[in-house]
């Protein structure tokens, strides 16, 4: 229990949140369905009981794993049916507070008028592939860590969401390389997923997020110096939210000055449902930005094919995302 990866697999053993590759891994897998085929329970909009109920379980059942590894005569087919067993648990406990997903059902397509154009039997896969077949492949996420050394691949270990699932892989850029290739996707009205660490001055009431927001250093009468690699390194800042990054304000020489994203706190949060931050913030608390391969310039979409170097779960930068 001591040992740093086991330690960290009992301190996480589900997360609250997610990204962009565990997502597309489970929709090639699964498929959708529509909203309101599915609709949202109280529990899938309160996720923090449910959640901290099944990491619960998933602890007990970690313990009951070990002891049986040590019993005489324990195989690993033993085991692997023990574990399915307690995943069953684990779907039911999801199936009460969340619902079961439709194997499948009956979905009426309407036009802008609202009138009945088709009404047809799906399974999730066949509707993912008829209305929203996707080329993940096509996707790449990149990020800004000063703490590591640019234009070289990543991998997070154990960050995926399905067992067959690819973890999650970036390649590192200086944000200089990363604005204009967000710059090019807005431009031809393409939105991104994007995350950053959302909560630093940010004024929720405006929905405005700019570094002069707030001056604590004359409040407190000292100075916070860190820079945004510093911060990362002692756990001071790091990932935290995941949105839609959607417009920018460009000055007469194409430069960013402010950016917008879209995000998932509901239409009376923000300025709109939408956050604002100037170029300054953008720079210093953007972390992640999953870009079509369109928009990466060859020379870094080729960046893109090397080995990538191994990274620990628990690695400062890689907390889930909300």
């Known amino acids: 229990m001591t040992d740093q990866e086991v330690e960290w697999l009992f301190k996480n053993p589900i997360g609250d949140g997610g990204q962009f590759t565990g997502v597309a891994n489970l929709i090639d897998k699964y498929g959708l369905v529509p909203a309101e085929v599915m609709p949202e329970t109280y529990n899938t909009n309160n996720t923090s009981a449910i959640s901290n109920l099944i ?8 313990l009951q794993l070990r002891e049986m590894a040590v019993q005489k005569g324990m195989t690993p087919a033993k085991l692997q049916q023990k574990k399915t067993e307690m995943l069953g648990t684990i ?3 999801l199936a009460l507070t969340m619902g079961e997903p439709p194997a499948q059902f009956t979905w009426q397509q309407k036009n802008t008028k609202g009138e009945i154009v088709e009404t047809a039997e799906y399974t999730p896969m066949e509707f993912y592939q008829k209305f929203a077949k996707t080329d993940f492949s096509k996707y790449y996420m990149v990020m800004n860590d000063p703490t590591r050394e640019y234009y070289k691949v990543y991998e997070i270990q154990y960050d995926r969401h399905v067992y067959d699932g ?4 970036y390649l590192n850029l200086p944000v200089e390389d990363i604005a204009p290739m967000c710059i090019a996707s807005i431009k031809d009205s393409t939105m991104m997923y994007f995350s950053c660490d ?5 004024d929720s009431e405006k929905g405005f ?11 407190m009468g000292t100075t916070f110096g860190m820079n945004k690699g510093q911060r990362v ?5 790091g990932s935290s939210h995941a949105m839609t990054l959607c417009a920018v304000d460009l000055d007469k020489e194409g430069k960013p000055i402010k950016w917008m994203v879209e995000n998932s706190w509901g239409v009376n949060s923000g300025w709109q449902g939408n956050l604002i931050m100037t170029n300054e913030w953008f720079n210093e608390y953007m972390f992640r930005v999953v870009l079509e391969e369109k928009y990466i310039p060859a020379n870094l979409r080729t960046m893109m094919d090397q080995e990538p170097i191994m990274l620990p779960a628990w690695d400062p930068m890689f907390a889930p995302e909300e």
Do not use: C, H, I, P
């Open 209 to 219: 997020m700019d570094m002069n927001n707030f001056d604590y250093e004359s409040l």
């Open 166 to 169: 690819q973890n999650w892989r």
């Open 55 to 62: 990491a619960l379980k998933l602890r007990e059942n970690g």
């Open 233 to 237: 390194a002692t756990f001071a800042s």
């Open 198 to 202: 959302v909560g630093k001055f940010l």
């Open 91 to 93: 779907y039911r406990m």
